[in-house]
C-alpha cells in the first residue's frame, strides 16, 4: 500500500518569507499526489494536486508543488508566506481507487 | 467540488455516553469515509460506507464501536459508542470525486470528560 512521509512536524518561518514544506511518498506506481490545509478548528481544503503531465503544479494561495519521481518527493512551496497561511498541512498519496493514505502533517507557524 | 455538511461541529459528552455524527453530501456518492484525527495526529481512516451493504473497517476499528449508517447516497452516520477519554478526537467524514479528490467535512470535535 502506498504512505507519505513528512519529516518535518513543525516549521517557523516569518512572514514575507519563502516556505518549502517537504513530502515523500511511498508506491509501486504513479501516485495521485495532494496536498490539504487545515486551519485551527476547520476541515481540510485542498490546495492543489498532481495526477499527471506537468510535474509544477500550481494550487490556490500562491501554493505550488514539485513531483520529483526520482527523490520520490512533491514538495510544497510558497514564495512569500502571509500570516494567515499559518495552519497544518497534510501530503495524501492516492491510489486511484479512492483508498487515500495522508502524512502526519506540518505545523506552520508565521512570525511576524 | 462537493458541499459536506457535518454535523455537531463539537460537543463534549459523558464517558459511557454515545454519539451520532452526521454527514449530508451535497450530491449521489457511493462511498463516504469516515476519518479520526487524534490531537496532534494525522488522519486515520476509521471505515468506508457503501450505499446497501455493511462498512468496511480499517484495522483497529471495529463495528461495535463504531457502528455506521448509510441510509441513501448522500448521507451517512457515524456513532462513537460507550465513550471513553480515549476517543477525544476530530471526526471527518470525507467523499471522493473523480476516484481520485477527496473533499471533507467541517469535522466534529469530540471532547469525552
Known amino acids: 500500500a502506498q504512505s507519505v512521509t513528512q519529516p518535518d512536524i513543525h516549521i517557523t518561518v516569518s512572514e514575507g518569507a519563502s516556505l518549502e514544506l517537504r513530502c515523500n511518498y511511498s508506491?509501486?506506481?504513479?501516485?495521485?499526489l495532494f496536498w490539504y490545509v487545515q486551519s485551527p478548528g476547520q476541515g481540510l481544503q485542498l490546495l492543489l494536486k498532481?495526477?499527471?503531465?506537468?510535474?509544477l503544479v500550481q494550487g490556490i494561495k500562491g501554493f505550488e508543488a514539485e513531483f520529483k519521481r526520482s527523490q520520490s518527493s512533491f514538495n510544497l512551496r510558497k514564495p512569500s508566506v502571509h500570516w494567515s497561511d499559518a495552519a497544518e498541512y497534510f501530503c495524501a498519496v492516492g491510489a486511484g481507487n479512492n483508498d487515500m493514505r495522508f502524512g502526519a502533517g506540518t505545523r506552520l507557524t508565521v512570525k511576524p | 467540488s462537493a458541499v459536506i455538511s457535518q454535523k455537531p461541529s463539537r460537543d463534549i459528552c459523558q464517558r459511557g455516553t454515545s454519539l451520532t455524527i452526521q454527514c449530508q453530501v451535497d450530491?449521489?456518492?457511493?462511498?463516504m469515509f469516515w476519518y479520526r484525527q487524534q490531537p496532534g495526529q494525522s488522519l486515520t481512516l476509521i471505515a468506508t460506507?457503501?450505499?446497501?451493504?455493511?462498512?468496511?473497517?480499517e484495522s483497529g476499528f471495529v463495528i461495535d464501536k463504531f457502528p455506521i449508517s448509510r441510509p441513501n447516497l448522500t448521507f451517512s452516520t457515524l456513532t462513537v459508542s460507550n465513550m471513553s477519554p480515549e476517543d477525544s478526537s476530530i471526526y471527518l467524514c470525507?467523499?471522493?470525486?473523480?476516484?481520485?479528490?477527496?473533499?471533507f467535512g467541517q469535522g466534529t470535535r469530540l471532547t469525552v470528560v
Open positions: 498532481y495526477f499527471s503531465g506537468d510535474t
Open positions: 460506507a457503501n450505499q446497501g451493504s455493511e462498512a468496511t473497517y
Open positions: 508506491y509501486g506506481a504513479t501516485p495521485y
Open positions: 470525507s467523499v471522493v470525486r473523480g476516484n481520485t479528490e477527496a473533499f
Open positions: 450530491s449521489q456518492v457511493t462511498m
